[in-house]
């Protein structure tokens, strides 16, 4: 069974539209969180969601925009695409405690 | 396929002694390896990342490591642990052929003690 699971893994879009990716774990962690991942590999926090309250927003634009409908969804969505948005994302979560965090496979958008 | 082994899942040093966190990978291509930690409550950090440049990296807090293809590991050290050091940490590998792929370690949990 996948413990974290989003979709869809590839997203080519034009600029201006708006789109979503979901991401869905089945662990029962209280914390989720989305990571960009930048063309030298970085991975930089994006946001972090705690039993439904955002702990962490890391000067992200306000075209991204999470929603987190249960503990077990957190969901991203992206208004205004621009071509800097292109990038792979990357969902994961872990138990309140910090524990080890589990990552989905990442999601490829290509804003074009 | 790619993996990552990381040989402890718990280090226990005391404060001002080295720190050594092992980490082994297999890959069929040539790998970039990262290190990152992460904090409680807090996301993942990046410390350090090797690219097929140096093969000694050092990164960020006095943390360093160093590629051995031979031995295909990637260990992470710190001359003198500190207080602020105790937290988990993740060996990472990825595959340039795939990009969108990250292969985590298990992580290895550093205390330290005073």
């Known amino acids: 069974d996948t413990a974290v699971s989003q979709t869809p893994k590839y997203l080519v879009t034009q600029m201006g539209n708006d789109k979503s990716i979901k991401c869905e774990q089945n662990?029962?962690?209280?914390?989720m969180y989305w990571y960009k991942q930048d063309s030298k590999k970085f991975l930089k926090i994006m946001f972090s969601?705690?039993?439904?309250?955002?702990?962490i927003n890391e000067t992200v634009p306000n075209r991204f925009s999470p929603k987190s409908p249960d503990k077990a969804h957190l969901n991203l969505h992206i208004n205004s695409l621009e071509l800097g948005d292109s990038a792979v994302y990357f969902c994961?979560?872990?138990?309140?405690?910090?524990?080890?965090?589990?990552f989905g496979q990442g999601t490829r958008l290509t804003v074009v | 396929a790619q993996s990552v082994t990381q040989l402890d899942s718990h280090v226990s040093v005391s404060e001002g002694t080295p720190v050594l966190l092992r980490c082994n990978y297999s890959s069929s291509y040539s790998p970039s390896l990262f290190w990152y930690v992460q904090h409680p409550n807090k996301g993942l950090q990046l410390l350090l990342k090797y690219t097929s440049a140096a093969t000694l990296v050092k990164g960020i807090n006095g943390f360093e490591a160093e590629f051995k293809k031979s031995e295909t590991s990637f260990h992470l050290t710190k001359p003198s642990a500190h207080m602020s050091d105790a937290a988990e940490y993740f060996c990472?590998?990825?595959?340039?052929?795939?990009?969108?792929?990250?292969?985590f370690g298990a992580g290895t949990i550093l205390r330290v003690k005073s």
């Open positions: 990472v590998v990825s595959v340039s052929e795939y990009g969108n792929k990250l292969v």
């Open positions: 994961a979560s872990s138990q309140v405690e910090g524990k080890k965090a589990f």
């Open positions: 662990l029962g962690h209280d914390t």
């Open positions: 969601y705690n039993n439904k309250e955002l702990i």
